[in-house]
Structure formats: structure tokens, C-alpha cells
């Protein structure tokens, strides 16, 4: 009723708010269309078991802001071993990059990826997971060691002195007779100085007469 005076009286702001009314109706629908209906999901592969994914508008590829509900499925080749359903988690520092917290084990596995919220989104790929080599034991403390002895070269030791010789004794008949030689030998040197003084004597007093 109130629109239809507004017309009747071909007001200026009767007409401005019939046209907001419709442009916002109008717009709604243009803003909920604006990136689609579906998500695309991506599974790159894994991360130290972890299964990573990119996550994006199917539209115009721009990031998902809203938090995204997930699933993660994984299945062995031959179908005898399942991990999952697991929820994705966004990584930090991303806005397209989504994670799961937890491990898969090493092997090959076909995993898939069914988004919800905000939007329908299917993804899966074949991944494997390595195995990791147990950590290597801790190294032993080194054990020192000592070093060898350096051979010096040997010195001869320092010559002793020769021990003093002990006198020769002498028979008690040789002294005897070296002693006698010596008293004969003595006496007779007397007696020759005995002469000679005599002699001299004699020519002295031959020389005063």
C-alpha cells in the first residue's frame, strides 16, 4: 500500500528506495554465485605422512577463508588395510595448502578427499609413503688412548775408572839383596870421595913446600 502511494505520488525518494530494494535483492544471489558452488581439491602427495592437499574455489581459484569440513580417506592397493576417516587441517603461514594431522604408514596408498563445508569438493590420488630408516645409534664416547713411548737413542753408560792397582809385594830375599847391593854400592861412593879428597889434600900441602 505504501509502495503503490509512493508511485502515485512520483516522489524522488519513493523511486531511490524501490531501486536499492531491488538491486540488493538482485546482488545476493550474484555474491553467494561469485566463486561457485564446488571447491577443487588437489592431493599433492604427503609430507612426512601426512597427506597434503590444495584446497580452492572451482570458479576463479581463489583460497577458501572459511574453515573447510573434510574427510580423508585411505585405502591399501588391494584393499586389505584403511587408515582414516581423518579431518584436514589448514597449514600455517598458507591459504590453500591443508593437511592432516595424522600419519599415515609406509606404503602405497589411494587416498580421497570429500570436502562439505563450504562447498562440494571431491578429490583423491595414489600416494606412497617411504620407509624411515631407524635413527642410528648414538656414537660411544672415544676411548683415549696413550700415546707410545718415542724410543730415545740408548747412551752407553759413562766408563768407570780402573780400579787402582794393589802393589806388587816384593819377596822378603829379593829386599835383602836390593838393600845390601844399595849398602855396598853406598860405601864404595864414600870410599871414592874419601880418595879424591885425600888426593887433594896431599897436592896442597906438596904445593907449600
Given at each position: 500500500?505504501?509502495?503503490?502511494r509512493?508511485f502515485?505520488?512520483g516522489?524522488g525518494?519513493?523511486?531511490?528506495?524501490?531501486?536499492?530494494?531491488?538491486?540488493?535483492?538482485?546482488?545476493?544471489?550474484?555474491t553467494?554465485?561469485?566463486?561457485?558452488?564446488t571447491?577443487?581439491?588437489?592431493?599433492?602427495?604427503?609430507?612426512?605422512?601426512?597427506?597434503?592437499?590444495?584446497?580452492?574455489?572451482e570458479?576463479?581459484?581463489?583460497?577458501v577463508?572459511e574453515?573447510?569440513?573434510?574427510?580423508?580417506?585411505a585405502?591399501?592397493?588391494?584393499?586389505s588395510?584403511?587408515m582414516?576417516?581423518?579431518?584436514?587441517?589448514?597449514?600455517?603461514?598458507?591459504?590453500?595448502s591443508?593437511?592432516?594431522s595424522?600419519?599415515?604408514?609406509?606404503?602405497?596408498w589411494?587416498?580421497?578427499?570429500?570436502?562439505?563445508?563450504?562447498?562440494?569438493?571431491?578429490g583423491?590420488a595414489?600416494?606412497?609413503v617411504?620407509?624411515?630408516?631407524?635413527?642410528?645409534?648414538?656414537?660411544?664416547?672415544?676411548?683415549?688412548?696413550t700415546?707410545a713411548?718415542?724410543?730415545?737413542a740408548?747412551?752407553?753408560?759413562?766408563?768407570?775408572?780402573?780400579?787402582?792397582?794393589?802393589?806388587?809385594?816384593?819377596?822378603?830375599?829379593?829386599?835383602v839383596d836390593?838393600?845390601?847391593?844399595w849398602?855396598?854400592?853406598?860405601?864404595?861412593?864414600?870410599?871414592l870421595?874419601g880418595?879424591?879428597?885425600?888426593l887433594?889434600v896431599?897436592r896442597?900441602?906438596?904445593?907449600?913446600?
Open positions: 500500500m505504501r509502495i503503490h509512493l502515485r505520488a516522489t525518494p519513493g523511486l531511490l528506495l524501490i531501486f536499492l530494494l531491488f538491486a540488493q535483492v538482485l546482488a545476493l544471489p550474484a553467494a554465485q561469485a566463486h561457485g558452488d571447491v577443487k581439491v588437489v592431493v599433492t602427495g604427503q609430507r612426512d605422512g601426512h597427506v597434503t592437499t590444495e584446497i580452492t574455489w570458479n576463479d581459484g581463489d583460497a577463508d574453515a573447510v569440513a573434510a574427510t580423508v580417506n585405502t591399501s592397493p588391494d584393499g588395510r584403511s582414516g576417516p581423518w579431518p584436514l587441517v589448514r597449514d600455517p603461514g598458507s591459504r590453500t591443508w593437511s592432516t595424522e600419519v599415515l604408514t609406509p606404503g602405497t589411494k587416498v580421497t578427499v570429500d570436502v562439505g563445508f563450504p562447498a562440494l569438493g571431491h583423491e595414489e600416494i606412497s617411504p620407509a624411515v630408516d631407524p635413527s642410528p645409534p648414538a656414537p660411544r664416547p672415544a676411548t683415549p688412548t700415546p713411548p718415542v724410543p730415545t740408548a747412551t752407553d753408560p759413562a766408563p768407570s775408572a780402573p780400579a787402582p792397582s794393589a802393589p806388587t809385594s816384593i819377596p822378603a830375599g829379593d829386599r836390593r838393600t845390601a847391593e849398602t855396598v854400592a853406598g860405601l864404595a861412593g864414600f870410599a870421595v880418595a879424591a879428597v885425600g887433594l896431599r896442597a900441602r906438596a904445593r907449600r913446600r
